[in-house]
């Protein structure tokens, strides 16, 4: 089970699963963010609060942040019928990524 929340504490996310890998993506929204994601299965992730959603682009992902703080938690895909989101696992507790592997994604390619 993983538990992460944004700096204020607003937004919660709970995950049915644990972390074989996180990905480090260099698309724009991304590096800006500092987004670095695990994935899952929509079914597998709870999430808490109010957010904003920002779409960028291509307009085939929603990104959501917090409405208080402004962290980006989590995007889900604009397709319902993808099984496929991306929780922000920097909002995880510290020391939480230690061990985990990070995969280099290039976004800024596609």
């Known amino acids: 089970m993983l538990e992460g929340s944004c700096d ?3 937004v919660c996310y709970t995950v049915d ?3 074989a890998e996180v990905a480090d993506c260099n ?3 991304c590096r800006r963010t500092a987004g670095l994601w695990a994935y899952f299965s ?3 992730v709870t999430m808490t609060g109010q957010t904003d959603i920002y779409m ?3 307009r085939m992902l929603e990104i959501h942040r917090c409405k208080h703080c402004g962290c980006v938690m989590f995007w889900t895909p604009v397709d ?3 099984d496929r989101m ?3 696992a920097r909002m995880l507790p510290p020391g ?3 061990t985990v592997p990070v995969v280099k994604c290039d976004g800024a390619s596609w």
């Open 42 to 44: 929509p079914r597998m």
């Open 96 to 98: 939480s990524l230690e």
């Open 56 to 58: 960028r682009g291509d």
């Open 8 to 10: 204020c504490g607003a």
């Open 27 to 29: 698309c724009g929204i």
């Open 80 to 82: 319902k019928t993808y």
């Open 86 to 88: 991306g929780v922000n």
């Open 17 to 19: 699963g644990t972390l």
